[in-house]
């Protein structure tokens, strides 16, 4: 029965990290872009969350918890980030997100095209 059960996992756990694979390679070729509010000085109106993060991996047809977005803290300045993920069995990937103000907010969206922070 216990060896059963382990077998189990271990087909379990090699599917889990084939599809962390999969989605993984898919991830790393994304570039998302979001729009934020900002002042007249180019400050964001709040930031970008790991919340907002999902939303918009949703929008791409990957769905994702919180927890598999690592970033150290929200992130509160226009321009490119890399914004690292971590899948089950412990495979990572990264993607770049530009953040972007809004139109008619009176910025120049040059820091977009900035190579992304880590």
Do not use: C, W
Request: hydrophobic share 35%; net charge neutral.
């Amino acid at each position: 029965m216990q060896a059963r059960l382990q077998e189990e996992r271990r087909k379990r756990a090699l599917i889990d990290k084939q599809e962390s694979e999969a989605l993984a390679s898919r991830i790393e070729t994304m570039e998302l872009e979001t729009i934020v509010k900002v002042d007249q000085e180019g400050h964001m109106y709040g930031s970008v969350s790991a919340a907002d993060i999902v939303h918009l991996l949703q929008k791409e047809n990957i769905t994702l918890e919180k927890r598999n977005i690592q970033l150290k803290q929200a992130i509160k300045e226009l321009g490119a980030h890399k914004v690292n993920i971590k899948l089950k069995e412990g495979v990572t990937s990264s993607f770049t997100l530009k953040v972007v103000p809004e139109q008619g907010s009176g910025v120049l969206a040059q820091k977009a095209d900035e190579q992304p922070k880590e």
